[in-house]
């Protein structure tokens, strides 16, 4: 059984600060590695997509890392803004049966303050 | 492109009532997935279709939920008697096959009184 743990649970930092996010999984037989950001009431919005053979994905600001030998990946945020604020949480899909099962962690609540 | 379609986006009910939620996925997705997301927890698989075929459900309350998909495109969920403790967002989401990226619809918040 696939366990994805995000640490920290809440983070409130000051606007234009750099951040990592954090990542974890205990079976490393994935797909991929998904990291998405979900507003107060809101569904969630897809930000990176990290494929199992890749160890990288940059979009604009943000910058995912997968390590999948010590199951980990790792979201950067480079100088935060206020419209950051946002949960975060990762998806992480292994192979269950022939297809793809995926399990989310609780997320990380990001506070930016202008 | 359109994403993801849900409906209704709110919806307060009586316990014991039920309650019914629709989805229309990405054009072309074969893959159609449910989840119920509870205030402060990630999101957990309900049901997860292929095509119009079942593929996981082992997670559905099948004593109050159901759900289809008729001609593999849109999808129902149904709570019938709905309790306290299915207040939740219950999110679609769907994907072009297994293994790929997921998209989200805007979810639809259930309270349940």
């Known amino acids: 059984k696939q366990e994805v743990t995000q640490i920290p649970a809440a983070l409130s930092v000051p606007e234009g600060e750099n951040l990592v996010l954090n990542c974890s999984f205990t079976d490393s037989a994935i797909y991929n590695l998904q990291w998405f950001r979900q507003d107060p009431g809101k569904g969630l919005t897809s930000l990176l997509l990290i494929q199992s053979s890749q160890r990288e994905q940059t979009s604009g600001r943000l910058n995912a890392s997968l390590d999948k030998s010590s199951g980990r990946s790792t979201l950067y945020i480079a100088a935060s803004q206020p419209g950051d604020s946002a949960t975060y949480l990762c998806?992480?899909?292994?192979?269950?049966?022939?297809?793809?099962?995926?399990?989310f962690g609780i997320g990380t609540k990001l506070q930016v303050i202008p | 492109e359109a994403g993801v379609a849900q409906s209704p986006r709110y919806k307060i009910i009586e316990k014991r009532q039920s309650v019914a939620f629709w989805c229309n996925p990405i054009?072309?997705?074969?893959?159609l997935y449910w989840y119920q997301q509870i205030l402060g927890q990630g999101p957990k698989l309900l049901i997860q279709?292929?095509?119009?075929?079942?593929?996981?459900d082992s997670q559905l309350p099948k004593d109050r939920f159901s759900a289809e998909r008729l001609k593999g495109v849109d999808s129902t969920l149904k709570i019938q008697p709905a309790k306290l403790e299915d207040s939740a967002v219950y999110l679609c989401?769907?994907?072009?096959?297994?293994?790929?990226?997921?998209?989200f619809g805007e979810g639809s918040r259930l309270t349940v009184l």
């Open positions: 279709f292929q095509n119009n075929g079942v593929v996981d």
């Open positions: 054009s072309g997705h074969a893959t």
């Open positions: 989401a769907s994907s072009f096959l297994g293994a790929q990226e997921l998209f």
């Open positions: 998806a992480v899909p292994r192979n269950s049966g022939g297809y793809q099962k995926v399990t």
